[in-house]
């Protein structure tokens, strides 16, 4: 009985140990080597990338960009560093913030083109604001300073609430229930309304939850392989929320899982960028993808399967601040970067400045990077009619408009009149509603503005209690009665001489003074022992040494 063909394939034809014949590399092999195939025409190059690192070229290396810079406007009221931008959900409501402690809130929806905002705000004083952000459903917003609490606002600028500052005298990072140092960073979590994470320089990420201020549910320590902590100087969330990936001062770059355990992360990378630079963000990009941003001048795409070596470098670009950011496009198919001008290029553009003012046209140097998201290559350059550098920049979705807030202080808004919809399109057609002239007539004062007669009327006895606790007459204390020996320079007092002065009673006050001193004339006359001999050869006034005086002097 013949097997089939199907089975005989499985049976063994010999038994035994065999020997495997080594195979040669073709550039090793003894043989002669076979003729190569002639070269195919290589492709016309294309354009430089900026960086060395290695890269891949996006299938759509010719596309342009859709940026919306056709028309700009100018938002005024900062005076030092623009170092963070926040918009809503709706665009609406935009939130900045400066290196001054300042953060103002826009409505573009009652702005008019004068382009004000319509609430300013103090976080904290004298700290530097370093991060803004919106929650999803954009009913909060958050701020981060450099005091270790963050606060949080409602959408119209309220002040909800201030999470817990940690005790600095614990060691353990892990057993405070908040930042012991200043805050770099902040993100929401994209799963709810509730929850957020910070980082600071006290080498900790943690999650917290808005209902509760008092203390974190999660901490996440900074590990690093110097000695020490290390300064945690950005954070996000991945778009399902699992992962969150943070920066650090001595170049790291890790990712965490959002629900723990956090012994050790998922991802980490020693030297990510150049040790002792801020590495001033870390964003996701689709579900594999991770961009970092370094104050090495260097902007890095990363692969999370395999983060040993970055997938491309972006170099020659400088930040304006160790709060630079990036903003995705709403296509997520290409990035900004605000950028720094470098001397030379600021030298070049002061020339170029002063030839333009002769000719009386505007000029600008600062400048966003528009790069590729697949593979950092540079497509187009923004540049902005202002100097100074680009700090921090947001590119909304819904409005498809540019907001670009520079070193100088000064708010960029970006827009297409054909593109762009609502938000500062439409504060720009209104017109300014006019003011009312000033009275020539003099300052008017009412009198209830004048410290001489205003009366302060508090509504609280609580109040009234507390402003009188303030006034050190009223609030002085009654010297209490001394018993017993007196001591410190008062007289004592005891129960004998209130039930004395009870029984005697001093009449003198009652008396008349004119009939007290008669009765004793008839007394002195007969015996005129004290008062006469005082004056028995001299009279009582001599009169003679004013002989010489006038009648009307001498009766005086």
């Keep these: 009985m013949g097997l089939s063909d199907s089975l005989s394939k499985f049976i063994p034809k010999d038994f035994g140990k065999k020997k495997r014949a080594a195979k040669t590399p073709a550039a090793c092999s003894p043989s002669k080597p076979e003729p190569e195939p002639e070269p195919e025409p290589e492709p016309e190059p294309e354009p430089a990338q900026a960086g060395g690192g290695r890269s891949r070229q996006p299938a759509s290396s010719g596309t342009p960009v859709d940026a919306p810079t056709g028309q700009h406007a100018l938002l005024a009221g900062h005076k030092k560093a623009v170092s963070a931008i926040a918009w809503d959900a709706s665009g609406d409501q935009m939130a900045t913030g400066e290196h001054g ?37 954009s009913t909060h917003l958050l701020c981060a300073t450099g005091d270790p609490q963050a606060k949080l606002y409602s959408h119209d ?74 300064a945690v100087t950005a954070c996000s969330y991945n778009a399902d929320g699992s992962a969150i990936a943070s920066a650090q001062h001595d170049g790291g770059l890790s990712v965490w899982p959002s ?31 991770l961009v970092s941003r370094g104050g090495d001048s260097t902007v890095k795409l990363w692969d999370l399967r395999k983060m040993a070596q970055p997938l491309a470098v972006a170099s020659r670009l400088p930040a304006a601040g160790p709060e630079a950011n990036l903003a995705l496009d709403p296509s997520g198919r290409w990035l900004l970067v605000g950028v720094e001008q470098q001397q030379q290029q600021q030298q070049q553009q002061q020339q170029q400045q002063q030839q333009q003012q002769q000719q009386q046209q505007p000029s600008g140097s600062a ?18 009619p202002l100097a100074g550098g680009v700090l921090s920049v947001a590119w909304h979705p819904e409005l498809n408009q540019i907001a670009a807030g520079l070193s100088t202080g000064a708010v960029v808004m970006l827009y297409d009149s054909d593109k762009s919809r609502r938000g500062v399109k439409l504060a720009a057609s209104k017109r300014a509603r006019p003011q009312a002239a000033a009275s020539s007539s003099g300052p008017i004062i009412t ?73 004793y004339a008839a007394k002195a006359e007969a015996e005129p022992t004290f008062v006469a001999p005082s004056y028995k050869d001299a009279p009582v006034f001599d009169d003679s040494g004013m002989a010489d005086e006038p009648e009307m002097k001498r009766r005086k």
């Design 101 to 137: 402690s300042h953060m103002h809130l826009w409505d573009f929806t009652s702005m008019d083109r004068t382009f004000q905002s319509w609430r300013t705000l103090v976080p904290a004083e004298g700290q530097q604001i370093r991060a803004l952000k919106y929650s999803p459903a």
């Design 259 to 289: 629900s723990g355990p956090f012994l050790r992360p998922l991802q980490h990378v020693e030297d990510a960028h150049e040790p002792s630079t801020e590495t001033s963000a870390a964003e996701f990009i689709g579900p594999s993808m």
């Design 157 to 230: 600028g309220r002040l909800v609430g201030e999470f817990k500052r940690g005790d600095m005298y614990v060691t353990d990072m892990r057993k405070t229930r908040g930042h012991v140092a200043g805050l770099a960073a902040l993100c929401w979590d994209p799963r709810g309304n509730s929850k957020f994470a910070t980082c600071g320089m006290d080498s900790t990420v943690r999650i917290w939850d808005c209902r509760r201020t008092s203390e974190q549910e999660q901490v996440v320590v900074a590990k690093t392989r110097r000695r020490g902590k290390v």
């Design 367 to 384: 400048s966003i990077a528009v790069l590729s998201a697949s593979n950092l290559s540079e497509h187009q350059r923004i540049g902005l």
């Design 447 to 519: 009198p209830n503005a004048l410290p001489l007669f205003r009366q302060d009327q508090q509504t609280s006895s609580k109040r009234r209690r507390e402003k009188a606790r303030q006034d050190p007459v009223r609030s002085h204390k009654p010297q209490v009665p001394l018993y017993g020996h007196g001591r410190g320079g008062a007289i004592g007092a005891n129960e004998t001489q209130h039930i004395m002065k009870s029984l005697i009673k001093d009449t003198i006050r009652d008396e008349d003074p004119r009939e007290a001193l008669l009765k």
